[in-house]
Every structure is written in C-alpha cells, then in structure tokens.
C-alpha cells in the first residue's frame, strides 16, 4: 500500500514512528510538504499516479488547496480537506459546537481586534475573557485579558488581527488533552496557555481514569466535526467538561500506541460513527 504524508516536518515523533511501523509491514512511505516551490500545490502530484491514502498533517492554505485536488481525483485524505479546513477556523468551531450542543465557552467574533476598544464591541465587564486569533496556525494570539489596559495592550501589538472574544474559563492551570485516533482515545495533561499551572509536573492520566462523560465528550466531538484524528482540549468547570479548542490532526507526543493507532488508520476504510454524548 501507498502512504503519503502531507508535512513539513517529516521527523515529528509521531509521524516518524508511524512511517517506521508501515515501511517495517512493507509497505511504501513517502513525505511530501505541500509549501515546497512557488506554483499550484496540484503540480506536486500526478493524479494518475495518487498514493492509496493521505494523512494531512499540514494545515496551510496550499496544503488545504493539494487535499482538495487530490480529493477531487478520487485520493483517500485524512483528516479531510473540508475537515481540517473547519478547524483552523475558530469562530466557525464555536458556531459548530454551538449548533451540535457541545459545551463550550460564549464566543464573540471581531474583524479585528482593535474593535473591542470601542463601541458596541467593548466587552465592559465580561472580565477576564479570552482573546484569541480568529484563524488558528503556529505563533498565533491566545492570550487572558484581566481588563481594559491589558486589552488596549493587545490590540496595539495586533491590531488588525482577526480575533474570537471568549468567556474565560477558571481552571487549575493544567489542559486536560484528549487525543482520538479512528475512535481509539489517548489522554495526556499539558500546562494551560494563560495561568500558572501548579508547582510540579502531573502524570499523564490514563484514558480509564478519565470520567466516561469526559471520553464520550471527545469520541462525539470528532463526529461532529467529522474528523478521524484530532485533539480535544478540556477544562474542568465544577466537574463538567468544556471544549476549549479543537485541532484536526496534532502533534501527539507521548502515549504509547498512538504511532500504531494511526498506521492502522491508514491502512483501513473509514471512521466508525460516533456515540451519542450525555452531559
């Protein structure tokens, strides 16, 4: 079988790993990174010669562009183009995830963040909130604004950046992260991006530890958004889980299991449907 992973970074972890499983099974393994040379990402492949299946890791424009050709002439893409697409868009997730009844936090969209400084856009009271870039890729604005100099800070830096506004969510500093391969669950726990996450490191927890309702959550959010591999970040309000993002095709680091999960993703048709989640 053909196996061609659409990345600019082919020695990921995870990518390595899996590649290393799928060549040792004899099976071929190729790398491709859709952002090489300047013309139509299509001239990077010749569709009568098309890979069996692709695993999109890359989340670029150009990389979003080649999944659709490939798509378009018949080729197997994982996660699909139409899904990751999704993704990178946080003010679509949250319309989303509204419409689907998942738990996550109010969400505001501006065109720009320099739109919260004044006018109907101010967010007055709704004090500490999260600002974060509207369209989700590397280095991009996740911040907590306590008030209004942080956020006149902020909108100085990035004034023109496209942003969602979001109901902060008290939490104990650490990122509860739930990674789903084809309906296999991984759970790993990282610092959160703002806060001070407790003195020490915490172990990862084991997906048997985690509350059924917390892996159900996870396994239905993939179905929503139709995606095969993905990560769901949670946080713990009062014992419930909340999304806080999504993201279609991570980089998973650390569970054991999660480089075969995957090369048997690839090898395999497609995703099993999801469970119905119960609060």
């Known amino acids: 079988?053909?196996?061609?992973?659409?990345?600019?970074?082919?020695?990921?972890?995870?990518?390595?790993?899996?590649?290393?499983?799928?060549?040792?099974?004899?099976?071929?393994?190729?790398?491709?990174n859709p952002d090489t040379g300047t013309g139509s990402p299509s001239e990077l492949v010749i569709p009568d010669h098309l890979a069996d299946v692709y695993l999109l890791k890359a989340h670029t424009p150009r990389s979003l562009e080649l999944a659709r050709f490939l798509e378009?002439?018949?080729?197997?893409?994982?996660?699909?183009?139409?899904?990751?697409?999704?993704?990178?868009?946080?003010?679509?997730?949250a319309s989303v995830a509204d419409g689907a009844g998942l738990p996550m936090p109010r969400t505001r969209t501006l065109d720009t963040l320099s739109e919260a400084l004044h006018g109907a856009e101010r967010p007055e009271s709704r004090y500490p909130l999260?600002?974060?870039?509207?369209?989700?890729?590397?280095?991009?604005?996740?911040?907590?604004?306590?008030?209004?100099?942080?956020?006149?800070?902020?909108?100085?830096?990035?004034?023109?950046?496209p942003v969602v506004l979001q109901e902060f969510v008290a939490n104990s500093g650490w990122d509860h992260k739930v990674w789903v391969i084809a309906g296999e669950v991984f759970a790993g726990v990282r610092p959160a991006p703002v806060g001070a996450p407790p003195d020490g490191g915490q172990p990862a927890p084991l997906v048997r530890d985690l509350p059924q309702t917390w892996t159900r959550l996870a396994l239905h959010t993939g179905g929503v958004f139709g995606l095969d591999v993905y990560g769901v970040d949670l946080l713990d309000r009062e014992g419930a889980p909340v999304v806080v993002d999504i993201n279609a095709f991570p980089g998973i680091r650390g569970p054991k299991g999660a480089p075969a999960a995957l090369a048997a993703l690839a090898l395999r048709g497609t995703r099993p449907g999801p469970p119905a989640y119960e609060a």
């Open 72 to 93: 378009a002439h018949g080729a197997r893409v994982v996660n699909s183009a139409a899904a990751t697409e999704l993704c990178q868009d946080r003010s679509r997730i």
């Open 130 to 161: 999260m600002v974060k870039s509207r369209h989700s890729r590397r280095a991009d604005l996740v911040a907590r604004v306590d008030g209004p100099a942080e956020l006149r800070d902020l909108a100085a830096k990035w004034p023109d950046e």
């Open 1 to 32: 079988m053909r196996v061609c992973l659409l990345t600019d970074k082919p020695d990921h972890p995870l990518l390595a790993a899996t590649s290393s499983a799928l060549i040792q099974a004899e099976h071929r393994v190729t790398f491709l």
